[in-house]
């Protein structure tokens, strides 16, 4: 399966924008951020990134940290937005009908790889009170094996309690840990998509417990 090298030139520019205007400054000041392993981040070509998943504010911190744009799902609804459906395209985000089966969120993430974007997937789907992975999806694993784009785990401390007990987000430490590049499963059998989740959940898991 071909694939672009890079993200579209405007979605690049405008992820630059984004991050050191906003992103970046919050990331670093606001909530202390640290990022270990940003180095094993290939620069091109598409991959995916694989988390877990605590709190709203995952997306664009996984993004700023990874150091090139993150293609994610969003709800289809903000794409009817005039503006707003504009900005996030570029910034890469896809819509998704969420009463439609995963097929559609599955084409949508192939389609986004397939032009050059490092998409991110959450190992779990869903958010979880305190970051950790017990229930991983095989979501991820059947998207590598059908596109064969390596998977990144990366794992996300402290976000979750950004929002806790509260509508404004806390000035909390968060600590980004990236692991090394993951190759996709050869098949899409489903015992040797089970075992490449398991991994990367585990990797993720493990990532977590070493704290800040």
Known sequence: MAHQDR?????LILYRLFKWSVVNPM?????????????SVPQSGP??????????????????????PVAFMA??????????????RLYGAYPVNRASSDRTAIRSAI????SGWMTGIFLQGTRTKNGRITNPK????LIAAKTQVPLIPVSLWGTEKIL???????????????GDVIDPPQSTKKEELTAITEKCAEIINTMLDLGR
């Open 7 to 11: 993200e579209p030139i405007s979605s």
């Open 27 to 39: 990331f670093r000041t606001y909530f202390r951020g640290k990022v270990y392993g940003a180095e």
């Open 47 to 68: 991959f995916i990134a694989v988390s877990n998943h605590a709190s709203y504010f995952d997306p664009p911190i996984l993004s700023n940290s990874m150091g090139r």
């Open 164 to 178: 806790a007990d509260s509508s404004f987000p806390r000035p909390v430490p968060v600590t980004i840990r990236i």
């Open 138 to 141: 095989l979501g991820a694993a």
């Open 111 to 114: 389609k986004a790889l397939e």
């Open 75 to 88: 709800k289809e609804e903000l794409f009817r937005v005039p503006i707003l459906k504009t900005g996030i």
